[in-house]
C-alpha cells in the first residue's frame, strides 16, 4: 500500500517572488530609486550588465499574472512591497500612486481567493536612506517603522499576513561584507553593524503591528543546515561557527534575545556588546517563521576563508542545481525538526523553496520540459510532509518561485521559476513544473505519492 501525502486541512500552497526582481518600472508614477536600482546599474556589478528596469513587467503585467495564478490553483501568494515606490525618500511623503498599486494588487488576489503574505523588505532599501547611512545607522529602525506603519494602515485589514524582513543574512553577507549584492560594502567591521539594526528595525516593526494591526507579523529567514565534514574537533568547531552565523545570528536573538556566542569569535573585535534595550526591543513575540529553504552546506575548518574560517566540501554522485546547491531534501526536515525543537515550535510557513535548472530559453509547442525541478519540487513536498508528520507546526507552502525572474547580481542567467518569461516577448509559459504543482496543490498533496511526471 502506498504511502498517504494529504496536507492538514488549511494548509496553504502558494508561490512567492519579490518586487525588484519581477516588477520592472522602478521609478514609475512617482516612486524613488532603491539601492538596487543604483547597485544594478554601476558598470561591473551584474552579470551581462543586467537589471531590473523592466524584468517581467509585473508592473503591468500583474493581473495576467493572478490570472496564472488562479489558473494553477494556488492559494496564496507571497510578495514584496517596493519600500521606494510607497515613500520615495523613505521616510515622510507618501506616494498614492505607489500605495494604489499594491492596494489593487491586493484586491484582486482577493477577489480571486488567494490570500496576499506580503513582505516589506526584501533587500530594496530606498536610495535616499542608503545615503543617510542605510542599515549601518540606528535610525533606520525607526525609519522602517514607519514604512511598516503605513503599510500596516492601509492595507492589514486585507492582508493578513505579514513578514517583516527577508533573509538579513543575505543582506548583510551579501551587501555589507562580501560586496557582491546591494549596497555593495565589504567590511568586517559593518556587518554586525548592518545584522544588529536589521533586527532591530525587525522587533520596531512587529512593536507597530501590535499597536495598529490585527492579524500576523512574523520573520522570514534563509536557514542552511550545516553538517560536519568529519568528526575532528577543527571541523566540529567550524560547523558550529558558521550554524551561529547563517542560521542562528537572526532566530536566537527574535526569540531568546541574545547572539550566539560564537559570533565573538566570527568577527573579533569587530563584535559588539549591544544594549540590553535593543534586545528587549528584537524580542518582540512573532506568530510565525518564515523558512526559506534550498540546501545544505558539509562545513570544514578553512583557514584562509574569512571571517568564519569555514568551507563547504562538494558531495561527490550528488545532484547540484545551476547555483551550485546540492540537492537534499533530508535537510529540510531536518531544519525543520530543529526549529521545533530549539524555538519551541513556532509556526512555520515554507516561505521560500524552489531550484535553478537549465531550462530551454523558449518553448517548444507551448511546453518546458523540467523534470529535475519537478524532482526537487516531489522531494521536498514530501519532506515538509514527513515534519508534519513528526509534529512539526507547519502552515503552508511557498515554491520559488511563480515567475522566472532577475536572480540578484547573477541577472537573468539563472531560472528559478515554474513559469517560464521570454524576456523579449515577456511571453509566460507555464513549465512542466507548474503543471505538477498545480496537480498537487488540487489533490491537496496526495499526487506526491506518484512518481510520474
Not at 560594502?185 to 501590535?210: D, F, W
Not at 525541478?373 to 511557498?398: D, P, T
Amino acid at each position: 500500500m502506498s504511502k498517504s501525502y494529504l496536507f492538514p486541512p488549511g494548509f496553504l500552497w502558494g508561490s512567492a517572488t519579490a518586487a525588484y526582481q519581477i516588477e520592472g518600472s522602478p521609478l514609475a508614477d512617482g516612486a524613488g530609486p532603491s539601492i538596487w536600482q543604483r547597485f544594478a546599474h554601476t558598470p561591473g556589478r551584474m552579470l551581462n550588465n543586467d537589471n531590473g528596469d523592466v524584468a517581467c513587467d509585473h508592473y503591468h503585467r500583474w493581473r495576467d499574472d493572478i490570472a496564472l495564478m488562479k489558473q494553477l490553483g494556488l492559494q496564496s501568494y507571497r510578495f514584496s512591497i517596493a519600500w521606494a515606490r510607497v515613500l520615495p525618500d523613505g521616510v515622510g511623503r507618501v506616494n498614492p500612486k505607489g500605495l494604489d498599486f499594491y492596494e489593487r494588487l491586493v484586491d484582486t488576489l482577493l477577489e480571486n481567493d488567494i490570500q496576499p503574505m506580503a513582505t516589506l523588505y526584501h533587500w530594496d532599501l530606498p536610495a535616499a536612506l542608503d545615503d543617510r547611512g542605510g542599515w549601518l545607522n540606528r535610525d533606520s529602525a525607526d525609519w522602517f517603522a514607519e514604512y511598516a506603519r503605513t503599510m500596516f494602515e492601509r492595507l492589514d485589514g486585507r492582508v493578513r499576513r505579514w513578514a517583516t524582513l527577508n533573509e538579513p543574512w543575505v543582506v548583510t553577507d551579501g551587501g555589507y561584507l562580501h560586496g557582491v549584492l546591494a549596497p555593495g560594502h565589504r567590511s568586517q567591521y559593518e556587518t554586525p553593524i548592518a545584522s544588529h539594526n536589521l533586527m532591530r528595525a525587525h522587533g520596531a516593526a512587529v512593536k507597530v503591528y501590535r499597536e495598529v494591526g490585527k492579524h500576523e507579523v512574523g520573520l522570514v529567514v534563509n536557514i542552511e543546515p550545516k553538517y560536519p565534514a568529519s568528526d575532528s574537533a577543527e571541523d566540529l568547531a567550524a560547523t558550529r561557527r558558521a550554524d551561529a552565523y547563517m542560521n542562528r545570528q537572526y532566530l536566537d536573538p527574535a526569540f531568546f534575545g541574545r547572539y550566539p556566542e560564537e559570533l565573538r569569535e566570527v568577527f573579533g573585535d569587530a563584535w559588539q556588546d549591544w544594549p540590553q534595550e535593543d534586545m528587549e526591543l528584537i524580542r518582540q513575540p512573532i506568530d510565525f517563521v518564515g523558512l526559506n529553504y534550498y540546501t545544505r552546506n558539509v562545513s570544514r575548518h578553512d583557514e584562509s576563508n574569512w571571517p568564519q574560517k569555514v568551507s563547504a566540501v562538494r558531495q561527490p554522485m550528488h545532484t547540484y542545481t545551476e547555483t551550485g546547491w546540492e540537492v537534499f531534501p533530508q535537510g529540510l526536515v531536518d531544519t525543520l525538526m530543529w526549529l521545533k525543537d530549539r524555538y519551541g515550535n513556532p509556526q512555520v510557513f515554507i516561505t521560500e523553496n524552489g531550484s535553478a535548472f537549465y531550462d530551454p530559453p523558449q518553448a517548444e509547442n507551448g511546453r518546458i520540459r523540467d523534470p529535475l525541478r519537478i524532482s526537487y519540487l516531489r522531494q521536498h513536498l514530501r519532506a515538509v510532509h514527513e515534519a508534519i508528520e513528526a509534529g512539526c507546526n507547519i502552515g503552508g507552502y511557498y515554491v520559488w518561485s511563480l515567475l522566472d525572474n532577475l536572480e540578484w547580481s547573477l541577472g537573468y542567467s539563472k531560472r528559478f521559476g515554474i513559469v517560464h518569461v521570454d524576456y523579449d516577448t515577456q511571453t509566460r509559459t507555464p513549465k512542466d513544473s507548474a503543471r505538477y504543482y498545480s496537480r498537487i496543490v488540487a489533490s491537496h498533496g496526495a499526487d506526491l505519492a506518484h512518481d510520474d511526471e
